[in-house]
C-alpha cells in the first residue's frame, strides 16, 4: 500500500472507523437551557478535541452549527474557536454568508471537528461535524454578549454540510431521531434555568402525553399547515403555513393580520419600536392557533414580556415592510413556553404535548 500511495488514505480511513467505534451510541441525553430575558434561550456545547466551550442559541429555523472563529476581530468578548488547539480539525474551503430575520449576520467558513452536546456523562458526541467558523459579525451580533453562535437544529444542507445533530441521526448516536424541547417563562432575568432539551427520545418529564403529530409541508424548515387564527370576536380561516421556531422571540405573522390581533385586544401600537404594548397586569384574549382540527390557545401571561420600568410588550410581531412569504406565521417562543414541541427528523412531523408549567 505504501509503494502504491494509498496507505494514508486507508490509515485515516481505519482511523475514523475505530473512533467512530468507540463513540457511544443509541443515547438520550438532557441538556439544561438558560433563559436570558425570555428572548433567548442558550446551551453549552464543545467543538475540538480537547473541547472548547461554547454558548449557543438552539434554533430550529436555521440549520448550521457556527462559533466565532480565533480571528474574527470583532468577536474578541466572546468564545472563540482556535482550530490550532484542536488535534481533529480538518479544514475545508468552503464559505457562507449567513443572515437573520432580525438583520443580524455573519461570514462563514467551514470546518470539521469533534462536537460535543451535553456536560458530563449525559452528553452526545458526534464526530465528523462540519460547522462553521464567523471570522466577521455585524454589529447586532456582536453587541449581544448573551450567546457565542447557533445551533442550528433544522434540516436543511449548508453547501453539503449535514447538520449536527442529522449527523447524530445518520450515526445512530440517538436513541429515537427526535428531539423534545421545553421552554419556560422567568421574565426579565439573565442567565437563569429556563428549560431543556431532551435528544433522541420524549420529554415525559417536564411535558404531558403528545396531543398530535402533523406531517411537515416542507422540510426547509419545521413547517405545517395552519386550519385558522382566532382572538376574542376575530377569527382568520385563510389556512397559512406556519414554522416551529425556537430562534424567534415573538410569534410573528402577516402584517395585516396582527393588526386586527391587536386592535380586538385593545393594544398600543408604537411607531417608533414598531411593537404593540399593554399593561403588565393586563388579562387578554387567549390567541388561538387551529392545527388539525385542534386549538392550542396562547394564554395572555405567555404574550405579555416585561421589558423593564414597568413597560410590557405583546410577543406577537409583524415584519415591518408587511412582506411575507410562504412561511406566513412563525411560532416562536411564546407558543413553545405553551406546548412542547416534538421534532420528528425521521418520520418528517411535529408534535406538540402540554407543558406541565402551563
Same mark, same amino acid.
Given at each position: 500500500?505504501?509503494?502504491?500511495?494509498?496507505?494514508?488514505?486507508?490509515?485515516?480511513?481505519?482511523?475514523?472507523?475505530?473512533?467512530?467505534?468507540?463513540?457511544?451510541?443509541?443515547?438520550?441525553?438532557?441538556?439544561?437551557?438558560?433563559?436570558?430575558?425570555?428572548?433567548?434561550?442558550?446551551?453549552?456545547?464543545?467543538?475540538?478535541?480537547?473541547?472548547?466551550?461554547?454558548?449557543?442559541?438552539?434554533?430550529?429555523?436555521?440549520?448550521?452549527?457556527?462559533?466565532?472563529?480565533?480571528?474574527?476581530?470583532?468577536?474578541?468578548?466572546?468564545?472563540?474557536?482556535?482550530?490550532?488547539?484542536?488535534?481533529?480539525?480538518?479544514?475545508?474551503?468552503?464559505?457562507?454568508?449567513?443572515?437573520?430575520?432580525?438583520?443580524?449576520?455573519?461570514?462563514?467558513?467551514?470546518?470539521?471537528?469533534?462536537?460535543?452536546?451535553?456536560?458530563?456523562?449525559?452528553?452526545?458526541?458526534?464526530?465528523?461535524?462540519?460547522?462553521?467558523?464567523?471570522? @466577521?459579525?455585524? =454589529?447586532?451580533?456582536? &453587541?449581544? /454578549? +448573551?450567546?457565542?453562535?447557533?445551533? $442550528?437544529?433544522?434540516?436543511?444542507? #449548508?453547501?453539503?454540510?449535514?447538520?449536527?445533530?442529522?449527523?447524530?441521526?445518520?450515526?445512530?448516536?440517538?436513541?429515537?431521531?427526535?428531539?423534545?424541547?421545553?421552554?419556560?417563562?422567568?421574565?426579565?432575568?439573565?442567565?437563569?434555568?429556563?428549560?431543556?432539551?431532551?435528544?433522541?427520545?420524549?420529554?415525559?418529564?417536564?411535558?404531558?402525553?403528545?396531543?398530535?403529530?402533523y406531517p411537515l409541508t416542507s422540510t426547509n424548515f419545521f413547517q405545517f399547515k395552519l386550519d385558522s387564527i382566532n382572538l376574542g370576536g376575530y377569527i382568520d380561516k385563510s389556512s397559512w403555513q406556519a414554522i416551529s421556531d425556537t430562534g424567534s422571540s415573538d410569534i410573528y405573522g402577516p402584517k395585516h393580520?396582527?393588526?386586527?390581533?391587536?386592535?380586538?385586544?385593545?393594544?398600543?401600537?408604537?411607531?417608533?419600536?414598531?411593537? @404593540?404594548?399593554? =399593561?403588565?397586569?393586563? &388579562?387578554? /384574549? +387567549?390567541?388561538?392557533?387551529?392545527? $388539525?382540527?385542534?386549538?392550542?390557545? #396562547?394564554?395572555?401571561?405567555?404574550?405579555?414580556?416585561?421589558?423593564?420600568?414597568?413597560?410590557?410588550?405583546?410577543?406577537?410581531?409583524?415584519?415591518?415592510?408587511?412582506?411575507?412569504?410562504?412561511?406566513?406565521?412563525?411560532?416562536?417562543?411564546?407558543?413553545?413556553?405553551?406546548?412542547?414541541?416534538?421534532?420528528?427528523?425521521?418520520?418528517?412531523?411535529?408534535?406538540?404535548?402540554?407543558?406541565?408549567?402551563?
Amino acid at each position: 500500500m505504501s509503494t502504491k500511495g494509498t496507505w494514508s488514505s486507508y490509515f485515516q480511513n481505519k482511523t475514523s472507523y475505530h473512533s467512530l467505534k468507540s463513540i457511544p451510541k443509541n443515547k438520550v441525553v438532557h441538556q439544561g437551557i438558560r433563559d436570558y430575558r425570555d428572548r433567548e434561550y442558550v446551551a453549552r456545547i464543545y467543538i475540538g478535541t480537547p473541547g472548547q466551550p461554547f454558548d449557543v442559541i438552539l434554533d430550529t429555523g436555521s440549520s448550521n452549527l457556527w462559533v466565532p472563529d480565533i480571528h474574527c476581530r470583532s468577536c474578541s468578548m466572546k468564545n472563540r474557536f482556535n482550530s490550532s488547539q484542536s488535534s481533529t480539525y480538518r479544514r475545508t474551503n468552503e464559505t457562507w454568508d449567513q443572515t437573520y430575520g432580525d438583520g443580524s449576520n455573519a461570514t462563514i467558513k467551514f470546518g470539521v471537528d469533534t462536537v460535543v452536546i451535553g456536560d458530563g456523562s449525559d452528553k452526545l458526541v458526534i464526530p465528523h461535524t462540519t460547522f462553521g467558523q464567523a471570522v @466577521y459579525e455585524n =454589529d447586532i451580533m456582536v &453587541d449581544d /454578549p +448573551t450567546f457565542d453562535g447557533i445551533l $442550528g437544529l433544522g434540516f436543511g444542507e #449548508i453547501n453539503g454540510a449535514t447538520p449536527a445533530l442529522i449527523n447524530a441521526m445518520n450515526l445512530g448516536i440517538i436513541k429515537d431521531a427526535i428531539f423534545t424541547i421545553y421552554l419556560q417563562k422567568r421574565g426579565y432575568y439573565d442567565n437563569v434555568t429556563g428549560g431543556s432539551i431532551t435528544y433522541g427520545d420524549l420529554d415525559k418529564t417536564h411535558c404531558g402525553p403528545v396531543i398530535a403529530y402533523y406531517p411537515l409541508t416542507s422540510t426547509n424548515f419545521f413547517q405545517f399547515k395552519l386550519d385558522s387564527i382566532n382572538l376574542g370576536g376575530y377569527i382568520d380561516k385563510s389556512s397559512w403555513q406556519a414554522i416551529s421556531d425556537t430562534g424567534s422571540s415573538d410569534i410573528y405573522g402577516p402584517k395585516h393580520i396582527v393588526q386586527r390581533l391587536a386592535k380586538e385586544a385593545g393594544l398600543r401600537y408604537s411607531n417608533s419600536t414598531d411593537r @404593540y404594548y399593554v =399593561d403588565c397586569d393586563a &388579562d387578554l /384574549p +387567549t390567541l388561538n392557533f387551529v392545527i $388539525g382540527g385542534i386549538t392550542y390557545g #396562547i394564554p395572555s401571561e405567555q404574550l405579555i414580556i416585561d421589558v423593564e420600568n414597568g413597560q410590557c410588550r405583546w410577543a406577537v410581531s409583524s415584519n415591518s415592510d408587511g412582506s411575507t412569504s410562504s412561511n406566513e406565521w412563525i411560532l416562536g417562543d411564546p407558543f413553545i413556553r405553551q406546548f412542547c414541541n416534538i421534532y420528528d427528523l425521521r418520520n418528517k412531523r411535529i408534535g406538540f404535548a402540554q407543558s406541565k408549567d402551563s
